[in-house]
């Protein structure tokens, strides 16, 4: 079953220097049927207007991740942790117990990133944060895994988080074809980001989602030039 979710039909919100739109919904905002997916508790389609971003808040118990698409991101945190996320980055924040975090647009130009929130396997413990560049043309015509919380995937590159989850993302061509399999009972939400594609013959736009259960196997073909971003969920 493919749960094709239209970025037209996403709900969100407009405040002038945010542009949010909503895969999953959360906290009363989002189209109510595009309900959490297993651990998958948001995927927000963020646009931040130049110098602009959230002041120190807080999160808990929750693992974020964050895919820069365009533009770059400046992070600090109260860890101590600073650094400037930009386009083909991935981040990965550990909230554990409580972490106090800023993220602001420091460039001249826009930023376009996906904000994803994650269910942890464990409540509390120690916060952490991370980020690694992973280059687009590493990821030509491939699923490349970008974050995980098998040990497996860790230990070959990917970003650790603790959840039951791996992020995947591809870039691919237009008229280029990928198969991936899903191992038996695993769910997963997948995104075209720039151009139009198909998975198991379901027609997404640009930036449309995809909720998929049941499926044995994704026959994903770009259309068009364009990135996917794949979360499996377990």
Same mark, same amino acid.
């Given at each position: ?75 600090? /945190? ?83 988080? /603790?959840? /039951? ?70």
């Amino acid at each position: 079953m493919i749960d094709h979710r239209p970025y037209a039909a996403l709900g969100g919100n407009d405040l002038g220097w945010l542009k949010a739109r909503l895969h999953v919904a959360i906290h009363g905002l989002g189209h109510p049927a595009h309900g959490a997916i297993g651990p998958l508790r948001a995927w927000n389609d963020d646009e931040f207007a130049p110098r602009s971003g959230f002041p120190m808040h807080r999160h808990q118990d929750v693992e974020i991740l964050t895919y820069v698409r365009r533009g770059a991101i400046t992070h600090e /945190d109260s860890l101590g942790n600073r650094a400037t996320v930009a386009a083909g980055d991935v981040q990965a924040m550990s909230a554990g117990s409580g972490i106090r975090h800023a993220e602001f647009n420091a460039e001249d130009v826009d930023t376009a990133l996906y904000q994803i929130w994650l269910r942890p396997r464990a409540t509390g413990g120690a916060p952490s944060w991370r980020t690694r560049r992973f280059p687009r043309h590493q990821r030509a015509g491939r699923l490349t895994v970008l974050a995980s919380g098998d040990a497996r995937d860790v230990e070959r590159g990917a970003l650790a988080i /603790d959840a /039951d989850a791996r992020l995947l993302g591809a870039t691919l061509r237009a008229g280029q074809t990928i198969a991936h399999r899903l191992a038996p009972g695993l769910r997963a939400y997948l995104v075209s980001t720039a151009g139009r594609a198909t998975v198991n013959g379901v027609a997404l736009a640009p930036r449309d989602g995809a909720g998929i259960a049941g499926e044995a196997v994704l026959a994903i073909a770009a259309l068009e030039d364009t990135e996917i971003v794949l979360l499996e969920l377990g």
